[in-house]
């Protein structure tokens, strides 16, 4: 059993509100510890003991930032095995891809920014013939970072990271569903010597902890990561307070293979795209649209594929599928699975849970499902779901793939499959996605921006968009 304190100030401490929910281990539906469900008291010592950090954090120097900030990632990487285990325990997700993906891209994520604010630059204008302007990126102050479950540490650092590196102080709230690595995570941050207040992580619901997280009034910037419906409620509460706002929201990607593709290439990414983290992955292709000349073969091809990956025990390093984040959740994805059959998809793998045996009887898994013969604008083909679930159907045109494409509210990535270079870049100019993979899938470069149109999101996180969003421009003018 873990139970699990706040980080406050510098200490790890149980909520004021005496209130605590159960954590649940998704791959055997059983008790694995207690987390706080912080009330606004609790949130408002979080962010006291972050504004009394902030002058001293702000003004130490980005050198002392990145040093203290690398100091972390070290320990991090020592600790990986232990946190790998905690992700996979605690998500459901197979401890290879906690280990091989989830945790070094934690340390990744405080690497880099750590080692970016030491090249950050401000700009200068010579006002000829009597003036010097130049321009200062000041921190914002205390910010609020909140994550989802999907990728817990992974998300969790790719929005501290640049905050801390900027120099503002932060109050951060993990998913509920998913707050192991972010305690374990407090106490490397108090071994590293990390400042008192500097970090803050309060635990809770999202109605509860995160709404008084953002409601907030010395909080003067939100950075979040969830679902488009959150973040709908979130941005309608912090807009008439004219707080900074970062939105990454949820994705119904396509999946576009081409008549030229490499076709072995085409179904192994497709596979990936479909099925990684049991895709719940914000940009996993859910939405696979192939030209209707090689319809039969990529689906052959891709359901053999797909009907190989096992799935069972997340520590096995032989399954590749483990368990769905949550009861709830997977309740969630089987309704979607019922709701595509009344709209007349024909389930050509999966559909179904998949019931194991012993410790995992009660765990809450579901067989990767792919499912054709349904009607580009029906809600199946529109909703996001994500889980290990995937339509597949044929296209003729270039232009009516992108009408299939473009159809949905959401805009967050897209995957083409083509060996034809032109044709690559005219359909990626075409598609209405922050991010358009060719030829492959997830392959990330930290300093890329990365974020969605549509209701996808608003604004980019990576690289230096990150670390505008947690400054704020002040333009000095100086008459010679
Ligand atoms: P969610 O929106 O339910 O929760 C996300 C976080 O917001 C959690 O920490 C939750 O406690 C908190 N929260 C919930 N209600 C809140 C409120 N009223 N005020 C403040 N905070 C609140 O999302 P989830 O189910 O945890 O994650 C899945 C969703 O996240 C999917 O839609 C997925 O596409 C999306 N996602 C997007 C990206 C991206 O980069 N665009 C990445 C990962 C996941």
Not at 203 to 213: D, I, P, R
Request: hydrophobic share 40%.
């Amino acid at each position: 059993m873990q139970d699990i304190l706040n980080y406050i100030n510098g200490q790890l401490i149980q909520p004021k509100s005496n209130l605590y929910i159960d954590n649940i281990a998704p791959a055997t539906g059983k008790k694995i510890g207690s987390i706080p469900n912080s009330s606004a008291i609790d949130v408002n010592l979080a962010v006291e003991a972050a504004q009394a950090a902030f002058p001293t954090w702000a003004s130490c120097g980005a050198d002392q930032r990145s040093k203290i900030l690398l100091k972390i990632a070290d320990l991090l990487e020592k600790a990986l095995p232990e946190f790998a285990q905690a992700e996979s325990l605690d998500n459901g997700k197979t401890l290879k891809l906690a280990s091989t993906v989830d945790i070094p891209r934690a340390v990744h994520n405080l690497r880099f920014y750590a080692t970016a604010i030491l090249h950050a630059h401000d700009e200068a204008y010579y006002t000829e013939p009597h003036a010097l302007n130049y321009t200062r990126r000041e921190p914002l102050g205390v910010v609020a970072c909140i994550s989802p479950w999907n990728l817990p540490l992974y998300l969790f650092t790719w929005k501290i990271a640049p905050a801390l590196a900027a120099g503002c102080t932060v109050v951060a709230k993990p998913s509920e569903v998913t707050p192991l690595t972010a305690f374990m995570f407090a106490k490397i941050c108090i071994e590293a010597g990390l400042p008192a207040g500097v970090l803050n992580i309060i635990h809770g619901e999202g109605a509860h902890t995160g709404q008084a997280l953002v409601e907030h009034p010395d909080i003067e910037a939100v950075s979040f990561t969830g679902g488009t419906h959150t973040g709908q409620r979130i941005a309608a509460l912090v807009a008439p307070k004219f707080k900074k706002l970062s939105l990454e929201l949820g994705g119904k990607n396509p999946n576009i293979v081409f008549e030229d593709c490499d076709l072995e290439k085409a179904v192994k990414g497709s596979v990936l795209a479909s099925f990684s983290n049991q895709g719940q992955i914000c940009l996993c292709g859910s939405r696979i649209m192939v030209h209707q000349s090689i319809y039969e073969v990529f689906k052959e091809k891709f359901l053999a594929k797909a009907a190989a990956l096992q799935v069972g025990n997340p520590q096995d390093p032989h399954v590749q599928v483990g368990a769905v984040v949550s009861e709830g959740h997977y309740h969630k994805i089987l309704s979607y699975i019922d709701l595509a059959q009344k709209e007349g998809g024909k389930i050509l793998l999966g559909g179904m849970p998949v019931q194991l045996e012993g410790d995992y009887s009660k765990g809450f898994f579901i067989a990767p499902t792919v499912i054709e013969n349904l009607p580009y604008d029906c809600r199946t083909n529109q909703e996001e779901i994500f889980g290990p679930v995937v339509t597949i159907m044929p296209f003729e045109s270039e232009s009516e793939v992108l009408k299939y494409a473009n159809s949905t509210k959401y805009g967050l990535a897209a995957t083409i499959w083509t060996e034809n270079l032109t044709r690559a870049h005219r359909v990626a100019h075409q598609i209405k996605s922050g991010i358009v993979w060719v030829n492959c899938w997830l392959l990330r470069d930290l300093r890329t921006p990365f974020g969605g149109m549509k209701e996808s999101g608003v604004g980019r996180e990576g690289g230096f968009e990150a670390i505008r969003f947690f400054t704020e421009e002040k333009n000095i003018c100086i008459k010679l």
